[in-house]
């Protein structure tokens, strides 16, 4: 019974030490400002939430503009349904309930520091809301370092950057340095970068007391010829003579790709009409791991062309190897003479197509061309049996 009066009465305690500020508002026609509590204690790098409610008791409707102040570094915003608010609207005797949102630095020093709430509708001004925050120290490591990472375990493809953030904590009263070291497999490139918006490559940082140092990066570039597989490397941070290792792993994927060339790079080809010409195609694996089933197709010009691929299905084709195709062209013997665009596509399931596009120049011999060389054949002859004749004694 006892518990169940003292919780009523709570609520109506607070009422009544509430009511002198609300009558003295009441009758200076002014504004007032509330909230739940005025004190708070947090370590640094915490966000504080509250409620700040803003009553009108200036006798009719009025636009009241709010503002929060915060020390240097710090954040301190009034919100409502996830916006920020610069002022409210409230009829006489009206409250409108706004949320303060303080954001502590992770640089904060422990101490007190205050965080101030004002508000105003032309030369009225309402009361200040002071809300004390105490920043306690976080809880320390024994050991002068500690270093965390966000993601371990990254995966890519050969040439690809797999880029670990990192962060290294100075848990001393001291300032110290923190160099950076990677143990890497054999032709692996890694670069330490201060934050990964920059570009400049460290090797190490100067830290402050009891600072944290989030944002760092380790970027590993993974050689273009790496095999698939899980590689194990290594992050050391050291400082003040104490050495942190944090375990990392790589899982290189494997990768798909092929190319479509000629010998000599040649696209053109020549042929009479009626008759047939061939080329050849390299197909090229150009990636880490075996393609199968490569399927060539030709798309010929309008007519009763004939397009031969042998073999048009490459069964297997490992990593680095290449297989040569032939194409066989043959135009009717009808065809107009001209150049002719053909293109012969390779398709993979493992992989995207690839396309190459052969200009045919097609000629046609005339039978005048013939009997023209019968004719001169047939002179040379005569003059031949002419001298022979009477060009003896």
Same mark, same amino acid.
């Given at each position: 019974?006892?518990?169940?009066?003292?919780?009523?009465? =709570?609520?109506?305690?607070?009422?009544?030490?509430?009511?002198?500020?609300?009558?003295?508002?009441?009758?200076?026609?002014?504004?007032?400002?509330?909230?739940?509590?005025?004190?708070?204690?947090?370590?640094?790098?915490?966000? %504080?939430?509250?409620?700040?409610?803003?009553?009108?008791?200036?006798?009719?409707?009025?636009? %009241?503009? +709010?503002?929060?102040?915060?020390?240097?570094?710090?954040?301190?915003?009034?919100?409502?349904?996830?916006? @920020?608010?610069?002022?409210?609207?409230?009829?006489?005797?009206?409250?409108?309930?706004?949320?303060?949102?303080?954001?502590?630095?992770?640089?904060?020093?422990?101490?007190?520091?205050?965080?101030? +709430?004002?508000?105003?509708?032309?030369?009225?001004? #309402?009361?200040?809301?002071?809300?004390?925050?105490?920043?306690?120290?976080?809880?320390?490591?024994?050991?002068?370092?500690? =270093?965390?990472?966000?993601?371990?375990?990254?995966?890519?493809?050969?040439?690809?950057?797999?880029?670990? !953030?990192?962060?290294? *904590? @100075?848990?001393?009263?001291?300032?110290?340095?923190?160099?950076?070291? !990677?143990?890497?497999?054999?032709?692996?490139?890694?670069?330490?970068?201060?934050?990964?918006?920059?570009?400049? +490559?460290?090797?190490?940082? #100067? !830290?402050?007391?009891?600072?944290? /140092?989030?944002?760092?990066?380790? *970027?590993?570039?993974?050689?273009?010829?790496?095999?698939?597989?899980?590689?194990?490397?290594?992050?050391?941070?050291?400082?003040?003579?104490?050495? =942190?290792?944090?375990?990392?792993?790589?899982?290189?994927?494997?990768?798909?790709?092929?190319?479509?060339?000629?010998?000599?790079?040649?696209?053109?080809?020549?042929? &009479?009409?009626?008759?047939?010409?061939?080329?050849? %195609?390299?197909?090229? /694996?150009?990636?880490?791991?075996?393609?199968? *089933?490569?399927?060539? +197709?030709?798309?010929?010009?309008?007519? *009763?062309?004939?397009?031969?691929?042998?073999?048009?299905?490459?069964?297997?084709? &490992?990593?680095?190897? @290449?297989?040569?195709?032939?194409?066989?062209?043959?135009?009717?013997?009808?065809?107009?003479?001209?150049?002719?665009?053909?293109?012969?596509?390779?398709?993979? &399931?493992?992989?995207?197509?690839?396309?190459?596009?052969?200009?045919?120049?097609?000629?046609? &011999?005339?039978?005048?061309?013939?009997?023209?060389? %019968?004719?001169?054949?047939?002179? =040379?002859?005569?003059?031949?049996?002419?001298?022979?004749?009477?060009?003896?004694?």
């Amino acid at each position: 019974m006892r518990r169940a009066l003292w919780v009523l009465a =709570v609520p109506l305690l607070l009422a009544m030490l509430a009511m002198p500020a609300q009558a003295s508002a009441a009758q200076s026609g002014g504004i007032l400002l509330t909230t739940y509590f005025t004190g708070v204690s947090v370590q640094a790098g915490q966000r %504080i939430v509250t409620g700040v409610n803003v009553t009108n008791y200036m006798g009719q409707s009025a636009s %009241i503009s +709010v503002s929060a102040s915060a020390p240097p570094g710090w954040t301190a915003v009034l919100t409502y349904g996830g916006y @920020n608010v610069t002022a409210v609207y409230a009829p006489p005797g009206g409250t409108r309930s706004l949320q303060l949102e303080i954001y502590v630095p992770s640089s904060a020093a422990p101490g007190t520091y205050e965080v101030n +709430v004002t508000a105003r509708s032309g030369p009225v001004e #309402s009361n200040e809301l002071t809300f004390q925050v105490q920043v306690s120290p976080a809880p320390r490591s024994s050991r002068p370092i500690t =270093v965390s990472v966000s993601y371990p375990s990254l995966s890519g493809g050969p040439g690809s950057v797999l880029s670990y !953030m990192f962060e290294v *904590d @100075n848990n001393l009263g001291t300032s110290a340095i923190a160099t950076f070291s !990677m143990d890497a497999p054999p032709g692996w490139i890694v670069t330490f970068l201060p934050s990964s918006y920059s570009t400049t +490559v460290i090797s190490g940082i #100067s !830290m402050g007391p009891y600072s944290v /140092n989030p944002g760092l990066v380790a *970027d590993v570039y993974v050689p273009s010829n790496a095999r698939p597989g899980i590689y194990n490397l290594t992050l050391t941070v050291t400082s003040s003579g104490y050495s =942190v290792s944090v375990p990392l792993s790589a899982t290189v994927t494997g990768t798909y790709s092929y190319s479509l060339s000629t010998p000599g790079g040649l696209l053109s080809m020549e042929v &009479q009409a009626g008759h047939t010409a061939t080329s050849s %195609i390299i197909v090229s /694996n150009t990636g880490t791991e075996p393609l199968t *089933d490569i399927t060539l +197709v030709a798309v010929q010009p309008s007519g *009763d062309w004939t397009v031969g691929l042998s073999p048009s299905t490459i069964r297997v084709l &490992q990593p680095g190897q @290449n297989a040569t195709v032939t194409l066989s062209v043959r135009p009717p013997p009808n065809a107009i003479p001209g150049i002719y665009s053909l293109t012969v596509s390779a398709y993979s &399931q493992q992989a995207s197509s690839r396309s190459l596009q052969f200009m045919v120049t097609v000629t046609k &011999q005339t039978y005048w061309g013939i009997v023209g060389v %019968i004719v001169i054949v047939a002179a =040379v002859a005569a003059l031949v049996a002419v001298f022979w004749r009477f060009g003896r004694p």
